[in-house]
């Protein structure tokens, strides 16, 4: 705890002091070694225990809790350990919703995953983009903060984290000054081996910087305009890592909270850490903000096969670098070997080591949580729970997805409206040279059966509460929006038609209609009443999209449409034709499931008229000798009928797999 108080009273007795005067100690003689194990989580997004507030259900395979037990893991492994987190800590679900807005913190009372994080006893945190989502007037609370920003009228410092917050490329439009400390040296006591191989008790003066994605003041605009200013991320490295040094860091650990990027540098840059490692001075670097896991020799992304960047030993331009993924799924350690030559400490990178430490350790399989995440915060725990049950609206009509492959948009009209609306009001806003480019947008039937018969969306008629979301969006992704051509639409709907087998009409034998290699979660469907497509299932995959028309009129190929979609698909994601992130015009801060409540709670009351009977697509008409067939849960024929697919029956109650899945059969003629 001492190099804690020390940062308290420093903050508390002047805030413009980022350390104090090395305190008296002998200098480790030449050749004295030590191993620090830096530690790294990111992008926790508020998962302090394994929960998911939309299912309600427990989620082992992420959360706080059990990062917590890989912590205790890697302190008992290592006598020298150094505990940071990246950042996009304090927003991501409901939980951070509930203390942020629902039942807003008092001044005294700490954040849940601080008060974690306080007892983990981390030495240090950065800030992410995600931090300034609730604005700064929260952010500058829970933080412990005194921004000296518009708006932000603290008149004492409230409770917040027992450890420095660094931030170096985010400044205060009033002061022009850093809105947090940009870095801070922390003393360090280490367990260390002389030159005589005796152990010996050594200083290790540990800095950290921290950067945050300067794009914050295109996603956080509202919050964010005329109050704060960016820097660029190298811009800001080349200023402050010098200074640290200066005053006596002997290691400077880059918080980074970005990915990697060669494109052309420029001070907006969303992702610079494959610049920033080419600062001198930096000694480590912790990334975050992408989601991956670094290092992975495995990985198939481009920015880890980018030169200079080792994605089997964790080094990038040389610096060893660690992104331990999401929601706590790993820990991040970067094993620095450390050498002195009687002057200062030198990190022997042949002997330094990183790696990601997973969580799960097997199918289905975990490390156990620790239950001293949850006792701290079951409070705020318990309440969440209370708060999702909550109703945001109410639907006339059943929402599924047991006929989605059929063409039920019943459970996917409402997001892709919700989807469409955001990216039309964002263009209007923000991007008016796209104003005059018809928005679309797509969504898929993320649940279809691969579980057994109640793996399918099911929201019945009556309210709608925050987990419904979770049932018709399943997955935590972030809205984006990319720029595609006719050709491109049209190649796009081609993959995904690709859920269907080939058709031979002349057969009489039964034909399975769903291919079950392709996930439903592929199978982006468009339910706008502007658009109106053909599968032909008879033609080869790549051949069977036909009549694609805008507004009554051909598609050109060169016609321009913005299409809303979520990160995945736009990154590359189910190796979409064209879909590389290159195409990308809009990368929101905001996930795909908040943008679905935000509408619904407008909306008020769904109708399938209105929400659920828009189906942009349908089979080419073809008569068959035999039957087609696909499986669905059991009894729901009458849900087909309700959303107008009269040519579907039930076949068998049970399609010989074992899982308790009907056989349905579909006439292609009607």
Not at 192 to 213: C, E, H, N
Request: proline share 6%; charged share 20%; aromatic share 8%.
């Amino acid at each position: 705890m001492y190099h804690t108080l020390r940062y308290q009273i420093c903050i508390a007795l002047a805030p413009a002091l980022l350390s104090l005067p090395v305190h008296a100690a002998k200098a480790p003689k030449a050749g004295t070694t030590v191993q620090l194990a830096v530690l790294e989580t990111t992008d926790l997004h508020a998962n302090v225990v394994g929960y998911d507030y939309y299912k309600l259900a427990a989620e082992p395979s992420h959360g706080l809790d059990r990062t917590a037990t890989l912590i205790h893991q890697a302190r008992k492994e290592f006598p020298n350990t150094f505990l940071v987190d990246n950042g996009d800590t304090i927003q991501g679900n409901a939980l951070a919703d509930y203390q942020a807005l629902v039942k807003p913190l008092a001044c005294d009372q700490t954040l849940g995953i601080y008060k974690v994080m306080n007892a983990l006893k981390y030495d240090g945190a950065g800030i992410g983009n995600h931090e300034f989502n609730y604005g700064l007037a929260f952010l500058n609370q829970v933080t412990g903060s005194r921004f000296r920003v518009a708006g932000v009228d603290q008149p004492r410092r409230c409770a917040g984290p027992a450890f420095p917050v660094v931030l170096a490329n985010v400044y205060s439009a009033k002061t022009k000054k850093p809105l947090f400390s940009p870095y801070a040296i922390i003393d360090k006591q280490v367990s260390a081996v002389g030159a005589d191989g005796k152990p010996v008790t050594a200083l290790v003066r540990v800095g950290i910087i921290g950067f945050t994605p300067p794009t914050i003041m295109s996603w956080d605009k509202r919050y964010l305009e005329g109050r704060v200013y960016t820097e660029g991320v190298r811009e800001a490295a080349r200023k402050y890592v010098p200074e640290m040094k200066k005053k006596g860091a002997d290691l400077v650990i880059a918080i980074a909270h970005g990915g990697l990027d060669a494109s052309p540098y420029s001070p907006s840059m969303e992702n610079a850490g494959w610049y920033l490692a080419q600062v001198p001075g930096i000694d480590a670097m912790l990334l975050g903000h992408s989601h991956q896991l670094f290092p992975n020799p495995a990985s198939k992304v481009p920015q880890f096969d980018l030169p200079g960047v080792n994605k089997a030993r964790g080094f990038v331009h040389g610096v060893p670098t660690v992104m331990a993924n999401l929601w706590g799924k790993h820990l991040g350690v970067v094993k620095l070997h450390l050498k002195h030559d009687g002057k200062r400490w030198t990190v022997e990178k042949d002997k330094t080591l990183v790696e990601a430490r997973a969580a799960q350790t097997g199918d289905k399989a975990f490390v156990d949580a620790d239950p001293a995440v949850l006792a701290a915060v079951r409070e705020e725990h318990e309440a969440t729970i209370r708060y999702v049950k909550t109703p945001v609206g109410s639907t006339e009509f059943r929402m599924s997805s047991y006929f989605a492959d059929v063409g039920d948009v019943s459970a996917i009209e409402v997001v892709n409206q919700a989807q469409a609306d955001y990216v039309a009001k964002y263009v209007a806003a923000n991007l008016p040279q796209y104003k005059d480019l018809p928005v679309l947008s797509v969504s898929a039937p993320f649940k279809s059966g691969v579980a057994g018969p109640g793996d399918y969306t099911d929201v019945k008629p009556g309210d709608l509460a925050l987990n419904n979301a979770a049932d018709l969006y399943l997955y935590p992704n972030a809205l984006y929006a990319v720029k595609v051509d006719g050709a491109g639409l049209k190649a796009w709907l081609e993959k995904s038609a690709t859920r269907f087998n080939t058709i031979d009409p002349s057969k009489s034998e039964p034909q399975q209609l769903v291919n079950g290699a392709v996930p439903s979660y592929n199978f982006d469907t468009i339910t706008s009443p502007d658009v109106a497509y053909e599968i032909d299932v008879t033609r080869a995959p790549g051949d069977r999209i036909r009549s694609l028309r805008w507004r009554g009129k051909p598609v050109a190929a060169a016609q321009e449409f913005l299409v809303a979609t979520n990160n995945y698909r736009a990154s590359g994601g189910g190796n979409f034709p064209g879909l590389d992130g290159s195409r990308t015009v809009i990368a929101s801060p905001d996930n795909n499931r908040d943008i679905l409540i935000a509408y619904v709670r407008e909306a008020k009351r769904l109708t399938r008229a209105a929400n659920g009977s828009a189906r942009s697509w349908k089979f080419a008409p073809v008569k068959t000798a035999g039957q087609v067939l696909f499986s669905s849960s059991p009894g729901m024929v009458a849900l087909a009928h309700e959303a107008g697919l009269h040519n579907v029956s039930q076949v068998a109650a049970d399609d010989g797999r074992g899982k308790g899945i009907a056989l349905y059969a579909i006439d292609l003629s009607k």
